[in-house]
């Protein structure tokens, strides 16, 4: 089987770890793997397994930080940059469109699933849902790619019953293109990790522990807003040990604010 997986970027996240677990699966299995993102420089790229074919459409995005300063030099240097990607992206575009896939991948329902549907021959198109449509869509931006592209999407591959069920009471037209796929567990890793001894001191173990397991994001899960709602809790007189296990862009400067505040706070990854 070949089968080309579509992406944004590969930041560190869960339905990110999802498609790397279901890529190895794949390798694994002795399919053709390629992995098609939209812009490169994820925190996650070193993670994807051996043998999966990468591509970018963007190998960066700097270019729109540059673009939106106010010194000419750097916005020129945003611009040329920006133009550098386009034509990378073409010829991307041009080397995907040459080949002929078994089944095309769209890795999330947020993405634009247009550049997929309009570029790449594959027998069977494929839009994953992960999550429950009810809360996860207030615009409505998802439901909408949805539909525009429904009639050359072949399945919705849903991650839980409960996806499953919120795809069907929106779009009950589409409900026979509705499957359920778990996601892959890869119980080997998950062994491994377990048998690693506890990062947690013990001088935590009769104290009040509040434990949160996320992405260290702070666009994405508020965590600098956590922090702060805890250090109002603590002048406040409630004393208790937040630990956080996750991994994230905003991982480093999560520690500074730690350190900075002089937090009761674990961070591990």
Known sequence: MRVLIYYSKLNVGGAERSNVRMMKKMVNSGWGVTLLLRYGGGTMESEIPAGV???????????????????????????????????????????????????????????????????????????????DLHGCDPTGKVASNIRKYAEKIDYFPCVSQTAKQSFEDLFPALREKAVLIYNVLDTEEMLKLAAKPSCIDNKYADKLKILSVCRVSDKVKGIFRMLDVYEKLRNEGIFFYWILAGNGEDYQELQKRIMQKNCRMVLFC
Do not use: M, P
């Open 53 to 131: 074919q990468v591509l970018y459409l963007r190998r960066n995005s700097d270019f729109l930080s540059h673009i939106s300063q106010n010194s000419v030099i750097t916005k020129a240097k945003g611009y040329i940059g920006f133009l550098i990607e386009r034509l990378h992206e073409e010829r991307t575009k041009q080397q995907v469109r040459k080949e002929d896939f078994d089944i095309a991948i769209i890795g999330l329902q947020g993405l634009d699933a247009g550049f997929v549907v309009n570029n790449i021959k594959a027998k069977k198109t494929l839009l994953w849902i992960r999550n």
